[in-house]
């Protein structure tokens, strides 16, 4: 059978998955499925498409405005299947949310079945960044490596919503890369030496990445680039000395004069080349002077997240002699070309190829709590929509699912503990023993062995044995949930092809409405708040008692406004209607360790199973122990906000926010407009007044404020959310 001529790809709030994809498939006819709020990211990819390539049509559709919406999805992709009369068509389900990536490859079984077409597994795909390949739905048939050949960095860019406000290179840094310091200084002889030496550090790097790697294959060098400000017409609003492009990835170099001024730029660096170019970017800085051996434990030191490879530093010796071809680029930098993957030979999940009219249907209604389901569910990045799922659906026993990635140290007891506590809320915290004794915790379950996260049908085979085993030892017929909340889509997708082989419902957990919603059933409102263990969710912080000024040390103070951060607690204190627990970043007491407080919210507040996060970075800041407090700029400040935005998203995702606090007077203005640019926040669609609720976790909440006089916000009942 021909290869199908038509692809749908779901897009997300990324939008370089669904370019790659759309120019690696290659078909004739494209659609981009989006939902309302990533829509603009959709039209992006759609004009990036239409320039690079000979696809004849290339459509924008939405699901509507809930990404979580099962049915929606659905429609959506029946009414595509109806445009294209029925024919074959490739499904990219890579991007999107995790219910827009479910629903869409059940759909297209359905619409494309096996009986009918044979190949319809391998025109599944999704995007494996590890080896930047597109994966089939079949393990017998070849990935397909990214086609990235048309890829240019100002494409990159434009999908991510920035432009250029120049093309061409400043001509001081062009007549040094060009001509050397001879044609700067005859043809700028009155600049300043600052200013001399930074234009020289910049052409000398832009003049040695271009000898070596202008015939280097799908590379692309380009020198400084200003990104043009969505808030401002005439205006900036971040720079790059130069650029380097391979395939889909960037290396973003910075020159800098001074050793000293890498530090305290590393993180805006990051946020920005990020923002601009996806998460492929790194940072490479180049200083001039000798190397200094602990320059990468300082900047670590200021903000742990910047890892190894994200940020790398270079004297400008090792730059010159280190990087003189492509080969050493490639090694230093970009994951070479990962070698083909052998296809794999074994047999399809049982009830994999059962005709639909087979297979059993879901119960007539949703599995109350009272009915004490089955309920098999993923361990993903947050341990905390696990331990929700638990309360959620208070089974009579439970199978988690850990990949590779998750970290399962106590999850199983916390998990038991709040299950005990959804079925006993009256009776006191139960410890090891007494759940041991009650029988809770041998209700939940973990696999011996991590599922591969990048294999569905894997993720399914787990899941049936497990069931199979069950009413092989029980027989009690309980109905089945699956809970895709959590874990990576292969897995999610896993769990939901296990819960059509058997009946089962499959649900995920929508965090701001407080409800399920089930694929069989619709949505279904939640009974109560899980009780969280805190201490698992949250490591690194530790319970507060009394005033954190009383166990801030004095470089925590000089690092963050406690002051303000104390005032914020109370006020959302006195306003919960429900009980409130305070957790203080342990590092502030030390005063080595609190180097890095302005990195992470100082107070996290819990208020059932949500979490509220205080930030609050000073103006003025130490950079080592013993130095004068130094003014930073307005994007240090920015990026230290998002920088506590994602230290609490990786632990508590949707269930979580955090409110930046600054005292009126400081440019918050400017820093506002900063952080909502590195949000991915549309400059138009900016809300007149801040609110306080849950749902975006990575769009923190910009709060100006002073001791004495709280705005309204800070009298939000959290509890009620």
Request: charged share 25%.
């Amino acid at each position: 059978m021909d290869s199908p001529r038509a692809a749908v790809v779901l897009v997300g709030r990324s939008p370089t998955p669904a370019l790659l994809s759309a120019l690696t498939l290659s078909v004739e006819r494209l659609v981009l499925l989006a939902s309302d709020g990533t829509l603009p990211v959709a039209r992006r990819v759609a004009a990036a498409v239409e320039a690079l390539t000979d696809t004849a049509s290339v459509r924008v559709l939405s699901v509507g405005p809930d990404p979580h919406d099962f049915q929606a999805a659905e429609d959506a992709l029946a009414a595509v299947h109806r445009s294209l009369g029925g024919a074959p068509w490739f499904l990219d389900y890579t991007g999107g949310t995790k219910v827009m990536s479910v629903a869409s490859a059940l759909f297209h079984e359905r619409a494309l079945p096996p009986d009918r077409h044979p190949p319809t597994r391998r025109w599944r795909h999704y995007l494996d960044p590890g080896r930047d390949a597109l994966r089939t739905h079949d393990p017998a048939w070849p990935e397909r490596p990214v086609a990235t050949g048309r890829v240019d960095l100002r494409t990159l860019a434009r999908v991510h919503g920035a432009e250029w406000s120049e093309d061409r290179d400043p001509e001081p840094v062009r007549l040094v890369a060009q001509g050397g310091r001879q044609a700067l200084d005859a043809r700028y002889p009155d600049l300043s030496p600052m200013v001399r030496r930074g234009v020289i550090a910049e052409g000398r790097v832009l003049s040695h990445l271009r000898r070596h790697l202008a015939a280097a294959p799908d590379t692309e060098v380009l020198g400084p680039r200003r990104v043009a400000d969505p808030f401002h017409a005439d205006g900036s609003i971040a720079d790059f000395d130069a650029l380097v492009r391979h395939g889909h990835r960037v290396l973003c170099v910075e020159a800098k004069t001074r050793p000293g001024d890498v530090v305290g730029r590393a993180g805006w660096t990051v946020a920005k080349a990020r923002r601009v170019f996806g998460t492929a970017a790194q940072v490479l800085f180049v200083h001039t002077g000798p190397a200094v051996p602990s320059l990468r434990e300082q900047i670590t030191a200021v903000n742990p997240a910047l890892t190894a490879r994200q940020v790398h530093v270079w004297s400008m010796t090792d730059f010159l002699e280190r990087l003189t071809s492509f080969d050493d680029l490639r090694k230093a930098f970009f994951p070479p070309p990962a070698p083909p993957r052998p296809p794999a030979r074994r047999g399809a999940r049982p009830g994999a190829d059962a005709p639909p009219a087979s297979r059993p249907r879901p119960p007539a209604r949703h599995p109350g709590p009272g009915d004490r389901p089955r309920l098999i569910t993923s361990l993903g990045g947050s341990r905390l929509g696990t331990l929700t799922a638990l309360h959620a659906h208070r089974p009579g026993r439970a199978l988690v699912l850990p990949s590779r990635q998750s970290v399962r140290d106590h999850v199983r007891e916390a998990a038991a503990r709040t299950l005990y506590a959804a079925e006993r809320p009256d009776e006191p915290r139960p410890d090891a023993a007494r759940l041991k004794e009650s029988g809770h915790r041998d209700r939940v379950r973990f696999t011996a062995d991590p599922v591969d996260g990048s294999d569905a049908d894997a993720v399914a085979a787990v899941a049936l044995e497990w069931l199979a085993a069950e009413a092989a030892a029980v027989g009690d017929g309980a109905p089945v949930v699956v809970d895709i909340t959590t874990g990576t889509k292969a897995m999610s997708l896993g769990l939901a092809l296990a819960a059509r082989e058997v009946g089962a419902c499959t649900t995920y957990q929508i965090v701001h409405r407080r409800s399920i919603v089930c694929l069989a059933h619709g949505e279904t409102a939640l009974r109560g708040r899980a009780a969280v263990d805190w201490p698992l969710v949250l490591p690194g912080y530790t319970p507060l008692d009394g005033p954190l000024g009383a166990r801030a040390g004095p470089i925590a103070r000089t690092q963050v406004d406690t002051e303000l951060v104390e005032a914020a607690r109370a006020a959302l204190a006195r306003a919960a209607s429900g009980p409130v627990g305070v957790w203080m970043d342990a590092s502030l007491p030390d005063p080595e360790a609190s180097l890095t407080a302005q990195e992470r919210p100082s107070l996290v507040l819990t208020f059932g199973d949500r979490a509220v996060g205080l930030a609050a970075p000073a103006w003025r800041r130490l950079r080592s122990p013993g130095a004068e407090p130094r003014a930073v700029s307005r994007g240090a400040w920015a990026q230290s906000v998002f920088a506590a935005t994602t230290h609490l998203n990786v632990r508590c995702d949707v269930a979580g926010t955090v409110l930046a606090l600054s005292r009126p007077g400081a440019d918050v203005g400017r820093a506002g407009e900063l952080v909502e640019w590195i949000a991915h926040a549309d400059p138009r669609a900016r809300e007149p007044e801040a609110v306080l609720g849950f749902g975006d976790p990575l769009r923190p909440v910009l709060v100006a404020a002073a001791p004495g006089t709280l705005p309204p916000l800070l009298s939000t009942d959290v509890s009620r959310l």
